[in-house]
């Protein structure tokens, strides 16, 4: 009744607001009664709206009726979109009972013209216009990914309302109506609900999955993580359990607080008590009341302020110690030491890498293929022949009449080339038989076919003999002696040596060469590590010598039809001198010491900038590849072991190519080793994770990010609101479309502290202990427990590398080698990973708009606009009593991880104890986890 009063008198100074807006004298007609009549309706509208924000703010509909009137068809709806047919419902219901009370039957008088409104038929006539602003948030957000952590600036803020009518204006003192129209009556709503309302489903999305609370708990569990899991690697008799569900239960109301922060500029002030104090119980064993939390806390600029990386330093209980262990991991050096040591590691059956490779360049730099080399120039003289021109007959050379050495030839300084050769005079002669022929005529008989003709006059033919001159060819003999001079140059060729074939598996390339070798075969005095001396390839160049060329020699020059560069080739392979495997090993332990002195890691990747072991493995080997790429020419000197463009010796070729390859083999490991041990890590987190783990990588990421950064927990900061463009662009301030206004956020949730280990009871909003009944838990029924008693926060973590073993190394609950040493592969890292599930409930949450106290109240004059979440059932609609759905309180669920990792070694880092390495809470014990 006193509301109805009170509404009654808000309408009436409405009316006498809207007349006092012309003078009287001025008033008159059907166009001035419509004028107020349409200024009168238009408030009318606005109050019957904000009733509706009012309600629907209070109990919002979250789970529709399918067969309600605000759902037509029956199908599937969207639940704001249901909300808003709901408030178009109650608008008309409301418009209707004003319209029934003042504006039908000719009660509404204003100078002698009535005006008459028909009642609405349907509310879907009625529309809302949206009105959007953008906020601007006072927080600055760290850099955050995915987008989706950083809440939307443009929201929808007001509607403005569009009703359609049927009106008549009527003459009262001839009862004629003077017009008849079908008008819009507009105006802005000025509750807020749309803003409240879109702002509360932006949190429910961002509470669960891949979203804004699961990065949030995932950093404060990763400083967690971090800080317990480096202090027990670096400290005897650190955390024995890194991480355990009383301090996720700290990190996820953490989180929840933190999202408020971010979306809100608010966070609920008692869940921050409750919070200070839960943190002073857990990491300080410090049970406080909460007047002396109040009384002995801080705001900063109206803010709570939180440190998660001290928090987790505090709760090892040596919070000094534990800052300077991540002080220390920030620090690890992963470097190329696991590289190079694979690659010498001489312990193992087969021999190093190193050592292996070293074998196979030897024989193939002291190998070579000699051959005989025959130049021959002949010179025949015939013996005179005048007058006798042809040739009859040519006996054999024979063997020489004469053979005489003109030179030797030097040795060439280049390969191919002649390391040896004679110069040879040769003389043969032979006979050779000449004949001249010549033609003889003398007389002869002859025969011929004649004709004639018979007695009979017949013709015919006959043979007839005659005398005749006949010829035959006749010749003369003589014989000469011709002389063959042969000069023939028979050398001792090298054809090559030294050539090489080796795989350079970074490069993709293959080392290949040949002929690149100054006086191959020749013995060198050289100096490495002390004074040698290189017999080169002088062996081969000696044994073809001796065995092939000197006693095949005379035989090769008499052959006359021999003329050859390539005759008699052969392949020697030449025992290298055993001091060179030393020198070459010693130039690989060179190469060590300038990669260990040069090749650091970049400070800048570690575990708080790269949280996924991963990404850091990945970075690391891009970051020591650039590094040795760039000192690469330098670490293989090859212009030491060079002259002139060749190699100065056998052994120098032998070891610049050793360098060579190991400088490579290094580059191709670096990037096989940490690059495999990345993919290794990803497929343990897409084999724990499934589906969730590109989220939880996110996560980690994002975390990082957010450690960074300072983090509060603000009380009511207020933000400001602009009015823009649908697409969120912004209006200039000079133009008439621009406003903006302050905007002041409450929150309150129920409970104020979501608890693992406790069940609540809201109906008397009190705590009660779990008592173990079978597999699961319940309430302690000695508190008598209401029916509504639940359990708002279900925890679980995994150790999921808590027993794990490689070779004869144990690791049990301390992490898993990245790569399991083996002949092939280095032991790089050694990582661990914590799965984490998580589930929770609020019994309530309210968001109160401090600054839009928009609704009128009989007693404190005017009330803010809320939205609401609780399990509310059967909500009914004011205007036709029907049963609409039901609210429902905000639940949230995902699941994260958190990762760390630490060089090689058998330590590692992990839940030490057995009953950590799984934990699960009462909640998810009941939950069947």
């Known amino acids: 009744m006193i509301a109805l009063a009170v509404s009654t008198n808000v309408i009436e100074m409405d009316k006498k607001m809207a007349e006092t807006i012309q003078s009287e004298e001025n008033v008159k007609g059907p166009d001035d009664a419509l004028s107020f009549f349409m200024r009168d309706i238009r408030r009318a509208a606005n109050y019957a709206a904000m009733k509706a924000f009012k309600q629907m703010g209070e109990t919002p509909v979250i789970d529709p009726d399918p067969g309600s009137q605000y759902n037509p068809g029956g199908s599937q709806i969207d639940v704001a979109e249901f909300n808003k047919n709901w408030a178009k419902g109650m608008i008309m219901y409301r418009i209707n009972n004003y319209i029934e009370s003042n504006y039908m039957y000719n009660r509404y008088d204003y100078h002698g013209y009535a005006v008459n409104a028909e009642p609405l038929e349907s509310w879907e006539g009625i529309y809302f216009i949206p009105i959007y602003m953008g906020l601007d948030r006072k927080l600055e957000f760290p850099p955050l990914t995915p987008d989706l952590l950083i809440p939307e600036e443009t929201h929808i803020v007001y509607w403005k309302v569009v009703v359609p009518m049927n009106i008549s204006i009527v003459d009262l003192a001839t009862d004629e109506i003077v017009a008849n129209e079908s008008i819009e009556v507009e105006n802005l709503i000025l509750a807020r609900y749309p803003l409240l309302e879109s702002l509360t489903t932006e949190y429910e999305t961002r509470l669960n999955g891949s979203n804004a609370l699961m990065t949030e708990t995932t950093a404060f569990a990763m400083a967690y993580t971090w800080a317990r899991g480096y202090h027990q690697y670096y400290k005897p008799g650190g955390p024995k359990n890194i991480v355990d569900n009383e301090h996720l239960a700290l990190t996820v109301n953490g989180g929840i607080l933190l999202d408020q922060s971010f979306l809100f500029n608010s966070a609920d002030p008692e869940s921050i008590i409750e919070y200070g104090m839960e943190t002073k119980r857990v990491l300080e064993g410090k049970d406080i009341s909460m007047k002396e939390f109040v009384c002995n806390t801080k705001l900063d600029n109206g803010s709570y302020i939180i440190d998660p990386n001290g928090d987790a330093a505090n709760s090892t209980g040596d919070p000094d110690n534990a800052t300077k262990a991540m002080e220390l991991a920030a620090q690890f050096d992963f470097n190329a030491t696991p590289i190079t040591d694979l690659l010498n590691n001489n312990s193992i059956p087969e021999g190093s890498a190193t050592r292996n490779q070293i074998n196979k360049i030897i024989p193939r730099v002291y190998k070579t293929r000699l051959a005989t080399g025959i130049a021959r120039q002949t010179d025949v003289d015939m013996g005179a022949h005048k007058g006798h021109n042809s040739s009859h007959k040519k006996y054999g050379w024979g063997e020489p009449d004469n053979m005489r050495r003109l030179e030797v030839l030097p040795r060439d300084t280049f390969v191919p080339g002649n390391l040896y050769g004679e110069v040879w005079e040769v003389t043969w002669t032979r006979k050779h038989v000449w004949r001249h022929y010549y033609i003889v005529e003398y007389a002869c008989e002859k025969t011929r076919t004649v004709s004639y003709t018979d007695s009979k006059g017949n013709t015919s033919t006959r043979t007839e003999t005659y005398m005749g001159t006949c010829t035959r060819r006749e010749y003369n003999e003589m014989a000469t002696n011709d002389t063959r001079v042969d000069r023939v140059a028979i050398t001792l060729k090298a054809k090559e040596n030294s050539k090489t074939s080796i795989n350079l598996d970074y490069a993709d390339t293959t080392l290949s060469t040949v002929n690149d070798v100054v006086k191959a075969f020749t013995f060198r005095d050289v100096t490495y590590s002390s004074a040698h001396t290189d017999p080169g ?270 070779n004869t190394i144990p690791l049990k609950n301390g992490g898993q080698q990245v790569l399991p040493p083996s002949p092939s592969t280095a032991w790089v890292a050694t990582t661990n990973i914590w799965k984490i599930r998580v589930k929770g409930e609020f019994h309530q949450f309210h968001l109160y708009d401090f600054d839009n106290e928009c609704h009128p109240h009989p007693i404190f004059g005017h009330e803010a606009q809320i939205y609401s979440r609780e399990d509310y059932v059967d909500i009914r609609d004011p205007a036709t009593g029907s049963v609409l759905g039901d609210n429902m309180a905000i639940k949230f669920e995902f699941t994260t991880g958190t990762f760390i990792f630490v060089p090689p070694g058998p330590k590692g880092v992990g839940d030490r104890l057995e009953e950590g390495t799984l934990e699960n809470s009462i909640g998810a014990t009941n939950e069947g986890w």
Request: net charge negative.
């Open 537 to 806: 390839l002088e062996e081969a160049y000696d044994s073809y010598k001796s065995k092939i060329f000197d006693p095949n020699m005379t035989a090769n020059i008499k052959n006359k039809g021999l003329n050859s560069d390539n005759y008699r080739p052969k392949t020697f392979d030449v025992t290298a001198p055993g001091w060179l495997k030393g020198e070459a090993q010693d130039a690989v332990d060179e190469i060590n010491r300038e990669i260990r002195e040069d090749i650091h890691l970049d400070p800048d990747i570690n575990y708080m900038n790269y949280p996924n072991p991963a990404d850091s493995m990945r970075a690391t080997a891009v970051d020591l590849t650039a590094k040795i790429k760039a000192n690469q020419t330098r670490y293989v000197d090859k212009d030491r072991y060079r002259s002139g463009g060749k190699y100065s010796s056998c052994s120098a070729k032998t070891i610049s190519q050793v360098r060579e390859w190991y400088v490579d083999e290094v580059l191709y490991q670096v990037n096989e080793q940490y690059g495999g041990a990345s993919d290794n890590i990803n497929k343990e987190i897409d084999s724990n994770f499934g589906e969730s783990a590109d989220g939880v990588r996110d996560a980690n990421n994002a975390g990082a990010n957010l450690l960074k950064s300072v983090m509060c927990f603000p009380i009511g900061f207020t933000m400001k609101a602009e009015h823009v463009r649908p697409d969120g662009s912004h209006f200039e301030k000079d133009e008439l479309a621009y406003w903006d206004e302050n905007v002041t956020l409450g929150v309150n949730m129920v409970p104020n502290y979501l608890r693992h280990d406790k069940f609540y009871d809201p109906e008397q909003n009190i705590w009660i202990d779990a008592v173990k009944m079978g597999e699961k838990y319940i309430a302690d029924p000695a508190r008598n427990p209401s029916s509504e008693t639940f359990i708002p926060l279900s925890l679980q973590n995994i150790n999921v590398f808590a027993d794990v073993a490689f």
